[in-house]
Nanobody, 114 residues
């Protein structure tokens, strides 16, 4: 399984970015997709999850600003990030859960300046 993340960049506070993560390989047993982030000096934290049924879950810090979605035909998960804040800065990683395993993408940098 390979996960290719893209869409990171630098924006000013209040701006928006859309992250994408395309999966390839043996992903037929994937039942959940997610995004995590890691700021310098901090532990990696969960940002958002989406299941195959479309159920979503968000960290309190991003509720109302971020939206996770999935295109099953493309095996791609997205994270629409609006009203970005400097504290959203970090490396964003996508992750998928398959039966018996989970897989991480390589990370994409998001930098929000005040």
């Amino acid at each position: 399984v390979q996960l290719q993340a893209s869409g990171g960049g630098s924006v000013q506070a209040g701006g928006s970015l859309r992250l994408s993560c395309a999966a390839s390989g043996s992903v037929f047993s994937t039942y959940m997709w997610g995004w995590h982030r890691q700021a310098p000096g901090n532990q990696r934290e969960l940002v958002a999850l989406i299941t195959n049924s479309g159920s979503t879950n968000y960290a309190d810090s991003v509720k109302g600003r971020f939206t996770i979605s999935r295109d099953s035909a493309k095996d791609t998960v997205y994270l629409q990030m609006n009203s970005l804040k400097p504290e959203d800065t970090g490396v964003y990683y996508c992750k998928i859960w398959t039966i018996g395993n989970n897989h991480w993408g390589q990370g994409t940098q998001v930098t929000v300046s005040s």
